[in-house]
């Protein structure tokens, strides 16, 4: 049934136990060996390098910072590279194909379509996992420092499988929204200005003058500081006519104490979702949800808390 028999060496005694205790100790040597695929210490790493079909990427932390250093220069997505590391630290080989291979060859080993290398520590030593060939729904794969081949799950290798744009930091605003005492928002011919008083409460200054509606800014804020990018469009435009940036049809600049810490472009519509969008200095022209847009384009009365319940004769 749902039992065992047992009995402890040198005791006549039989008894019965459950059935785990017997599960428990019927292991195969692929059951008690190390399965990771790539052992490392996380904390340790300070620069990773991958290469794929789509080209050769160095990455390298500063910080809490990922930046790409090949073949651009240019921040990387910090979420993006700890998911890598993250998946890295705990993936296991499904199955150990040879120990001691004389001929990697037949594994798509001894050219590796694929790389990841890991920079640890301070002497930035390397670690390097190799990629060979798929087979039976499963990759070849190899630490460099080691002599097994084993397998490795395709959705993995799949993670490994990026570009420049999947690894390039699609966050186009940086700043805290707590530090912003003041927004100006230029909506057609239309400049609102709106600024927060050490007790934290927002009012606005231009066009009139009066209390804000401080959950409307706050919204407007926190989108603005979440604001990412679903597509690049050109890294380096002639002309942001073609955009419609060249007169934008929302600018928002955010102040704290006077220094501009955001600036964001809205233009055209590229299709009913999405919207071209640059941030301050950046050259980059990306394309971003239109809601973002949509938040932004105000007119007074959906910031203005007028005193009385008439808000017809509000400028508009």
């Known amino acids: 049934g749902s039992n065992v028999y047992a009995r402890i060496a040198g005791s006549p005694d039989v008894f019965m136990t459950t059935t785990s205790l017997n599960s428990n100790v019927e292991k195969s040597l692929f059951d008690f060996r190390d399965k990771k695929i790539l ?33 651009v220069n240019m921040r990387a997505d910090a979420s993006k590279i700890n998911t890598i590391l993250d998946r890295t630290s705990y993936q296991s080989a499904k199955s150990f194909i040879e120990e001691d291979p004389r001929n990697l060859k037949e594994y798509g080993l001894q050219n590796p379509s694929m790389e990841l290398t890991l920079i640890l520590g301070e002497n930035r030593a390397k670690k390097t996992l190799l990629i060979g060939d798929l087979e039976y729904g499963t990759y070849y794969g190899r630490d460099e420092a080691k002599s097994p081949v084993f397998t490795i799950d395709t959705s993995y290798v799949s993670l490994l499988n990026v570009s420049i744009a999947d690894l390039r930091n699609k966050k186009l605003t940086d700043f805290s929204t707590a530090d912003i005492d003041r927004v100006e928002i230029k909506v057609a011919d239309s400049l609102y200005i709106c600024v927060r008083d050490s007790a934290n409460e927002w009012s606005v200054a231009t066009p009139v003058q009066g209390k804000a509606k401080s959950w409307k800014i706050s919204s407007i804020l926190t989108d603005v500081a979440a604001l990412k990018a679903e597509a690049f469009v050109d890294d380096a435009p002639k002309s942001l006519r073609p955009y419609g940036l060249d007169a934008p049809r929302v600018q928002l600049k955010l102040f704290q104490q006077d220094n501009l810490l955001c600036e964001t472009l809205f233009g055209k519509n590229k299709d009913d979702k999405l919207i071209y969008c640059k941030t301050g200095d950046e050259k980059t022209v990306a394309l971003v949800k239109k809601e973002s847009f949509d938040k932004a384009n105000i007119k007074l009365n959906d910031i203005f808390e007028p005193p009385g319940p008439d808000t017809e004769t509000l400028p508009k």
């Not at 050769?56 to 932390?61: E, G, Q, W």
């Not at 500063?62 to 930046?67: C, L, M, N």
């Open 39 to 71: 052992p490392f210490e996380k904390n340790q790493v300070n620069g990773v390098e991958i290469r794929n079909r789509k080209g050769r990427f160095v990455l390298d932390k500063e910080g809490a910072y990922w930046d790409i250093v090949s073949p």
